[in-house]
C-alpha cells in the first residue's frame, strides 16, 4: 500500500498518548469523579476523543514524511519503535473511547459505527505493537491503515473552534453525505438560511477544497446517527461554514418530533434532504369534471364540500360526500383521521382534490383522498374555466412515519432550491461533457423541481427511472463503485505474496488417485490458478459454479499446488457440516498424495491426552501424527495448533474456528473460503492475517450473473466451472399443492425407497411456532414416523449437537435411515449419491437461490431423481404450472385447486434467505416455484433471481464490504455499469492515484464513500 509522502512533517510526543489515555480513564472512571461532576459522566467528550486522534495522527505523520524506507538504520529503527508504542498507546485509548460510546443509548446504526470504529482500532493496536519487526511491506499496510482510521474518525467530529463548549456527544457529530467547504464569499455569510447562494456549479468550483478535506462525503452513503443528534450535530456557526452540514431541526416545519422522525429514515442534515429523491410523479395538470372521472386511474378534480359525518361502524370512518361542478357527487371516506379534519371539511368548502377512484355500489368512491384548499369560485368566473395553477404535478416522495407528506416535499424542494449549487460534484467536469450528463445541481434540480417545460414523455421516463437526471446518479454511483473496486484491486497486487512455482507433473498423483476425469471447465479454472500462484503478488480469484460442478476438486488442486511448493494451505466453510464434508472428501486425496490434513472447529476436543502432550513437547509430531492414523481418533485442538505451529500440518480445513488468535500457521500461503457470501469482511481479514498475504480464493454455489460478477466482484479474477461431470443428471422439479400433493410426496418416498433409494424431507423451521403456520421439522419427523411406519425416519437439523449430528448423518450415508428430515442444515456439503428424492416442504418460504441449493442434494448418482416443491398455501390462480404442471407424470391426476384460499404468513421464516420470500406476496411465491420447476441451470436460475429479489438479497452485498447501491439498477442499467467500469479505468490509467487538481474532488469522494464500507481494503 503506498503511503502519502505529501504530509508536513509533525514532531510527535510518545508521552501525549499516555497523557491522553490516563485522562480518558479518569473520565470514564465513576470512582474518580471529581466533586460537584456528573457521575454519569462515562463517555468521553468531543475534546478527548480529538486529543487522542491528534496523538494517533502525528506518528503516522512522522512516518510518511520521513518514510519507511529513510527508517532501515538502527537510529531510525529505534525511533520507529518509539512512534509504534505512541501509535498502540493511542489506538488502545481511542478503541476504548468508541467502545464507551456504543454502550450509552441511541439507535442501532449508531452503535454498529461506533463498535466497527473500536474493532478496527483494537486491530490496528495489535499490528502496531510488532511494527518493527514487520518487513517494510507490512509497514506500509499497517500505517495506510492507520490513516484510513484517522479519516475515518475525523468525519465524526466537528471542526475544531476553540469557542465552543464541547457539549456534544460523539455520535451527534456523525457525517452526511456529500457536504463541502462553501467559497470565501459564502463563508461570509451570517445565516444558513440565506437566499439561493449564487456560487459557480460544482465542478468547476476547485480553489478551497484542499483546505477543508473532512467536508467532503459520499452522496450514496447516509449518515445513522441517533434520532436526537439530528437536531443538535451542529450551531448555527457551523451552519454558516457550510450549510450541507447544517441540521434539518429549525428548517420550516421541521420540530424536534419532526426531526426525530426524519432522522429514523435517514434524514440528519440538510445535504441528506436534497438526496432523498422523489418516488413518483403524477400529472394532475389536467382537471377532470366529476361526471368524467375513470375508475382505476389517478386524477385531479374540483369540489365542494356537501355533508360531512362520522360513521361509527366496527371502526370508526369519517365520510364526506362532495358534489363536482357539474353537478355530479363523489364519496370519500377516512379510516384514519384526527378533528381537524371535521373542522376543515366544512360544508361549502371548495377543494382540488387527487385521487384514485374505484367503484362502491354503482358509483364512485375514493379513499384517503389528498385535497388542497381553493378560494371560493368568482362569480365573473365562466362556468368549465378551472383557477389558474390548479392543475399541477405532484412530486411524490417516500413515506416517513409521522411527517405528512407534504411537509417532506416543501422541505426538500425549498433546500434544493437554496443549495443544489453548493452539492460537490465528484465526476470529473471532461466527463460530464463528453457523456452529456447534466451537473450534479442541475441534476438535483430537475429531480425535485423538475424543469420548466415538462413534458407527459418526460414524466414517463421520471417513473420508469429512465430521465437524464436520474441516469446521471445511476452514472456517478457506478463510477465510484468501479473505481473503488479497481483501485482496491490495484492495492492488493502491489503487496507481495508467496510465490508457488509448480511442474507439469505436480498434479499427477492427484489425478492418478481420481476415479474420473475432470471436466474441460475444471481444467481450465486450475490452469488460471496455476498461473495466479506463480506470481509475485497475491491471488484474489473468486471460483463459482453450479451445483455438483466440482469446485472441491479445484480447491483441493489449488491446495495440492501450494502445498507441492512446501507451504501451507487452508479451507474456511461457515457451517460444522460443511466443514466435515469438506474434511471427509479431501482427506482421501490427501492421504493419497501424501499430504498431512487436519479438522478443526469448535467442537473438536480442547485438550490432548497426557502421552499426546508429552510427545508434543518433545517435539516428536511424526508419532503423534501415526497414533491419529492407527487409532482412527481425531486429533485435538493442542496438537492442530502445535503441528500447524511448527509446519507439520500441511493443511486444515475448518470452521470460524480458524481465526481464533491461538491459531498460528508457519508459513499459510493459500486460503480457500468456501460459501464466503457467509462471512463477514472482518472474518475473511482475519484469516488472511494468518499468513503474509497469502493467495485467495473464494468459492460460491450461487452461480453469479456476469453483471454481478463485474459489479460485485470487480477487484477478483473469475472462473467458472459452467460444465457438470459426467454422469450427472439434472433431478426432475415438480410443483404440488400443500393440500393433495402431500399424499403424493408420501407415495413418492415409498415409491423411492421401495426401489432401493433414500429421500430428503426439508422443513423451514425445527420446532412449531406459534406465529408461523409452517410446518416444522419435529413435527413432521413424527407425523412420517407414524404415516411410514415400515421405513427408517431419522432427524437433523441445527440444534443437535455435532455428535449427534454426525451419527444421525453417518447412518443416512450408510443407508441404515431411508428418509432423513432436515432443515437447511444440508443444503451444502452433504454428497448421498443413494439418495433421489427431495421433498421440500412450505417451498414459498425459501429464496430461489437456496430451492436449487437444496435440490442439489439429489441427482449426484446414477439414475433419475425428483424434487418435489410442496407449497403450503393456495397460490394464485394465473400462476400456470403450479396448478397445471407440465412435468407432472400421465398417469397422475392434477392436483385440484383449494377451495379456499389460506393466508400466507407475513412472517420472517428463521433462516437469512427466506426472509425477503416471507414478505412476497403469493404471485410472486409462485413465478419463483415455476423458475425452478422449468430449469436446472443455475446460471439462469441466478438471473432470475437477480430480477426477482434484487442483488443486496441474492449475495449479501452488505457482508461483501461495497457502498450500497441507492439509485442503480444492476440488470437495467448494464450499459451504464460497463460504461462506467471503462470510464474508471481509464481515469486510474491517467492519474492512478487521482493527485491531479483536478480530480481533488473525485478523489475525496471515493474515499468516503469507501470509507465506511472496507477500511482495510481487504
Known amino acids: ?91 488502545k485509548a481511542l478503541a476504548t473511547a468508541f467502545e464507551k460510546k456504543s454502550q450509552r443509548s441511541g439507535s442501532d446504526g449508531d452503535r454498529e459505527r461506533c463498535q466497527k470504529i473500536a474493532a478496527d482500532l483494537t486491530l490496528l493496536a495489535q499490528q502496531t505493537t510488532r511494527l518493527g519487526s ?31 463548549a464541547d457539549r456534544h456527544s460523539v455520535s451527534e457529530v456523525a457525517p452526511s453525505p456529500l457536504a463541502r467547504p462553501m467559497q470565501d464569499s459564502a463563508l461570509r455569510s451570517p445565516s444558513r438560511f440565506a437566499s439561493r447562494p449564487t456560487a459557480k456549479p460544482a465542478v468547476k468550483v476547485e480553489a478551497n477544497v484542499e483546505a477543508k478535506p473532512a467536508g467532503i462525503i459520499a452522496a450514496s452513503v447516509p449518515s445513522k446517527a441517533a434520532g436526537k443528534s439530528a437536531g443538535t450535530s451542529g450551531d448555527d456557526a457551523e451552519a454558516a461554514l457550510d450549510p450541507l452540514l447544517g441540521p434539518l431541526l429549525g428548517q420550516p416545519g421541521v420540530g424536534p418530533v419532526t426531526a426525530e422522525r426524519l432522522a429514523d429514515k435517514g434524514l440528519h442534515r440538510v445535504i441528506d434532504a ?66 381537524g379534519y371535521q373542522k376543515r371539511l366544512l360544508p361549502g368548502k371548495r377543494f382540488l382534490l387527487s385521487a384514485t377512484p374505484s367503484k362502491f355500489r354503482d358509483s364512485l368512491q375514493v379513499t384517503h383522498p389528498e385535497l388542497v384548499d381553493l378560494p371560493p369560485r368568482s362569480e365573473q368566473q365562466p362556468d368549465g374555466v378551472m383557477p389558474e395553477g390548479a392543475g399541477h404535478i405532484r412530486i411524490r416522495y417516500p ?43 442541475q441534476t438535483l434540480r430537475d429531480l425535485h423541481l423538475l424543469p420548466a417545460e415538462t413534458t407527459p414523455e418526460l414524466l414517463l421516463r421520471l417513473n420508469e427511472g429512465l430521465a437524464p437526471a436520474q441516469r446521471r446518479l445511476i452514472f456517478e454511483e457506478l463510477f465510484f463503485l468501479q473505481l473503488g473496486l479497481l483501485r482496491r484491486r490495484r492495492a492488493i497486487a502491489a503487496d507481495d505474496a508467496t510465490v508457488c512455482p509448480t511442474s507439469d507433473d505436480s498434479l499427477s498423483s492427484l489425478w492418478a488417485v481420481l476415479p474420473f476425469s475432470p471436466t474441460s471447465a475444471q481444467q481450465r479454472a486450475i490452469a488460471e490458478i496455476r498461473g495466479d ?148 469482511v472482518g472474518q475473511r481479514a482475519a484469516l488472511r492475517r494468518k499468513g503474509r498475504q497469502p493467495h485467495i480464493l473464494v468459492m460460491t454455489a450461487t452461480p453469479i450473473p456476469r453483471t454481478l460478477a463485474l459489479t460485485l466482484y ?77 421405513l427408517r425416519v431419522g432427524l437433523v437439523h441445527g440444534r443437535l449437537g455435532s455428535d449427534e449430528r454426525d451419527d444421525v448423518m453417518d447412518r443416512f450415508r450408510r443407508r441404515e435411515l431411508d428418509v432423513l428430515v432436515a ?45 418435489l416443491l410442496l407449497h403450503g398455501s393456495a397460490l394464485s390462480d394465473g400462476s400456470g404450472s403450479v396448478h397445471h404442471d407440465p412435468l407432472l407424470d400421465e398417469d397422475e391426476p392434477a392436483p385440484k385447486k383449494p377451495s379456499k384460499r389460506r393466508k400466507v404468513s407475513e412472517e420472517p421464516a428463521t433462516t437469512a434467505s427466506t426472509k425477503h420470500a416471507a414478505a412476497t406476496t403469493a404471485p410472486s411465491a409462485a413465478h419463483r416455484l415455476e423458475v425452478v420447476a422449468q430449469t436446472s441451470d443455475g446460471f439462469r436460475l441466478a438471473e432470475a433471481d437477480l430480477r426477482i429479489r434484487g442483488p443486496g438479497e441474492v449475495l449479501g452485498t452488505r457482508q461483501s464490504g461495497l457502498p450500497p447501491l441507492r439509485f442503480a439498477d444492476l440488470l437495467r442499467d448494464i450499459d451504464l455499469l460497463t460504461i462506467a467500469r471503462r470510464e474508471a479505468a481509464a481515469l486510474l490509467a491517467r492519474d492512478p492515484e487521482l493527485v ?23
Request: net charge neutral.
Open 533 to 680: 500462484l506463480s506470481q509475485p503478488h497475491p491471488m484474489q480469484r473468486l471460483l463459482h459454479g453450479d451445483v455438483g460442478s466440482g469446485k472441491t476438486l479445484v480447491a483441493y488442486a489449488a491446495c495440492e499446488l501450494v502445498m507441492a511448493s512446501g507451504h501451507q494451505a487452508a479451507v474456511m466453510a461457515p457451517t460444522e457440516i460443511l466443514a466435515e464434508q469438506h474434511h471427509k472428501t479431501l482427506r482421501v486425496w490427501a492421504l493419497a498424495t501424501g499430504r498431512k490434513l487436519a479438522l478443526l472447529t469448535a467442537t473438536t476436543p480442547k485438550t490432548a491426552r497426557k502421552t499426546t502432550l508429552a510427545l508434543l513437547q518433545a517435539g516428536r509430531f511424526a508419532e503423534v501424527w501415526r497414533l491419529h492414523e492407527s487409532t482412527g481418533q481425531p486429533l485435538d485442538r493442542e496438537s492442530i495448533l502445535a503441528m500447524l505451529r511448527v509446519g507439520f500440518l500441511n493443511m486444515v480445513v475448518g470452521t470460524h474456528a480458524l481465526i481464533a488468535d491461538a491459531v498460528e500457521f508457519q508459513d499459510l500461503a493459500l486460503v480457500v473460503i468456501d460459501e464466503q457470501h457467509r462471512f463477514g
Open 274 to 339: 436534497l438526496y432523498f429523491l422523489p418516488k413518483r410523479y403524477d400529472d394532475l395538470r389536467q382537471v377532470v369534471p366529476v361526471g368524467q372521472l375513470q375508475p382505476g386511474v389517478l386524477q385531479a378534480t374540483i369540489v365542494l364540500v356537501e355533508r360531512t359525518r362520522v360513521v361509527w361502524a366496527k371502526k370508526r370512518f369519517l365520510e364526506v360526500l362532495f358534489r363536482g361542478e357539474d353537478g355530479s357527487e363523489l364519496l370519500a371516506r377516512w379510516f384514519y383521521f384526527h378533528g
Open 996 to 1018: 491531479r487538481p483536478e480530480h481533488s474532488v473525485t478523489s475525496r469522494v471515493l474515499a468516503e464513500r469507501w470509507a465506511h464500507c472496507d477500511l482495510t481494503l481487504e
Open 714 to 790: 470487480g477487484d477478483l479474477d473469475v472462473s467458472q466451472l459452467d460444465e457438470l461431470p459426467p454422469g450427472r443428471t439434472p433431478p426432475v422439479t415438480k410443483v404440488l399443492s400443500g393440500k393433495t400433493g402431500e399424499p403424493r410426496a408420501l407415495t413418492a418416498v415409498r415409491k423411492a425407497v421401495s426401489e432401493g433409494r433414500q429421500a430428503y424431507w426439508v422443513c423451514p423451521l425445527i420446532e412449531d411456532s406459534e406465529k408461523l403456520e409452517l410446518s416444522s421439522a419435529t413435527a413432521r419427523h413424527a407425523a412420517l414416523q407414524s404415516a411410514l411406519p415400515e
Open 134 to 164: 514487520l518487513p517494510l511491506g507490512e509497514r506500509q499496510r499497517v500505517v495506510a491503515l492507520g490513516q484510513r482510521l484517522c479519516l475515518s474518525i475525523s468525519i465524526y467530529l466537528p471542526e475544531h473552534r476553540a469557542n465552543r
Open 1 to 91: 500500500m503506498l503511503i502519502d509522502s505529501h504530509m508536513a512533517e509533525v514532531p510527535s510526543s510518545v508521552g501525549s498518548a499516555s497523557a491522553a489515555s490516563s485522562k480518558l480513564a479518569s473520565a470514564t472512571d465513576p470512582h474518580r469523579t471529581e466533586p460537584g461532576a456528573q457521575a454519569d459522566a462515562t463517555t468521553p467528550s468531543v475534546r478527548m476523543v480529538r486529543e487522542l486522534l491528534s496523538s494517533l495522527q502525528k506518528p503516522i505523520e512522522e512516518l510518511c514524511a520521513r518514510g519507511l524506507p529513510n527508517l532501515l538504520d538502527p537510529e531510525g529503527e529505534e525511533r520507529l519503535r518509539l512512534l509504534a508504542h505512541q501509535m498502540t498507546d493511542s489506538a
Open 399 to 441: 413515506d416517513i412515519d409521522g411527517v405528512p407528506a407534504r411537509l417532506v416535499e416543501k422541505l426538500c424542494q425549498g433546500l434544493c432550491s437554496q443549495y443544489a449549487e453548493l452539492v460537490p460534484d465528484g465526476v470529473p467536469a471532461q466527463l460530464l461533457h463528453r457523456l452529456s450528463l447534466p451537473l450534479l445541481a
Open 823 to 867: 432443515t437447511t442444515v444440508i443444503e451444502v456439503g452433504v454428497d448421498v449419491p443413494n439418495a433421489s428424492l427431495m421433498v421440500i416442504e412450505s417451498a414459498e418460504r425459501f429464496g430461489l437461490a437456496q430451492l436449487h441449493q437444496l435440490r442439489g442434494r439429489v441427482g449426484r448418482g446414477s439414475g433419475k431423481s425428483l424434487c
